[in-house]
T-cell receptor, first 113, second 114 residues
Framework: EPEVTQTPSHQVTQMGQEVILRCVPISNHLYFYWYRQILGQKVEFLVSFYNNEISEKSEIFDDQFSVERPDGSNFTLKIRSTKLEDSAMYFC???????????FGAGSRLTVL | AQSVAQPEDQVNVAEGNPLTVKCTYSVSGNPYLFWYVQYPNRGLQFLLKYITGDNLVKGSYGFEAEFNKSQTSFHLKKPSALVSDSALYFCAYRNAGNNRKLIWGLGTSLAVNP
């Protein structure tokens, strides 16, 4: 069964450092998403991406965050200068056109020290 | 504000007994409702959805959920729980449209005891 894959599974970084989280969506999907889940809290929407541009972003997704689809397969989330409160599990998801269900990756756990 | 609520942080049930994980929604229009499950150190896995049609929807692993418009609920159920069902369960909704974001409940931790 097709999967969304995310790397790294866990990254530890120092506050102020840049982090790039990588995702490979399902190959024929055209809609891409990033969500995050701070430990013990609800899953929160960050951003959606379609046709090489951001479709929607939440208030969490400020200037420190960016997304990119650098080639035909990867979808990345960059945090320019990490803060302690960015520590969370970050989930990538993708969706086919007309579909109602998002397929999620296993997540990337980010720990900011 | 539009939202989904999962009133129980934790549900405990004995193996073999029926289980219910509750979800209520407060949204305008006709919501698309979903249940996802998160096993330890795993991602969010889709279980089932309600879009339209029959109020009782069946999903993966023997789970089902009933859309109840009058009670604005979408409770997840299974007739006979397994220890392997122990996980974190999330209810979510989104509005109609091709690129609408999912709005999530807080999650309910299900523990099935042998």
């Amino acid at each position: 069964e097709p999967e969304v894959t995310q790397t790294p599974s866990h990254q530890v970084t120092q506050m102020g450092q840049e982090v790039i989280l990588r995702c490979v969506p399902i190959s024929n999907h055209l809609y891409f998403y990033w969500y995050r889940q701070i430990l013990g809290q609800k899953v929160e929407f960050l951003v959606s991406f379609y046709n090489n541009e951001i479709s929607e972003k939440s208030e969490i997704f400020d200037d420190q965050f960016s997304v990119e689809r650098p080639d035909g397969s990867n979808f990345t989330l960059k945090i320019r200068s990490t803060k302690l409160e960015d520590s969370a599990m970050y989930f990538c998801a993708s969706k086919d056109t007309g579909a109602n269900v998002l397929t999620f990756g296993a997540g990337s756990r980010l720990t900011v020290l | 504000a539009q939202s989904v609520a999962q009133p129980e942080d934790q549900v405990n049930v004995a193996e073999g007994n029926p289980l219910t994980v509750k979800c209520t929604y407060s949204v305008s229009g006709n919501p698309y409702l979903f249940w996802y499950v998160q096993y330890p150190n795993r991602g969010l896995q889709f279980l089932l959805k309600y879009i339209t049609g029959d109020n009782l929807v069946k999903g993966s692993y023997g789970f089902e959920a009933e859309f109840n418009k009058s009670q604005t609920s979408f409770h997840l159920k299974k007739p006979s729980a397994l220890v392997s069902d122990s996980a974190l369960y999330f209810c979510a909704y989104r509005n109609a449209g091709n690129n609408r974001k999912l709005i999530w409940g807080l999650g309910t931790s299900l523990a099935v005891n042998p």
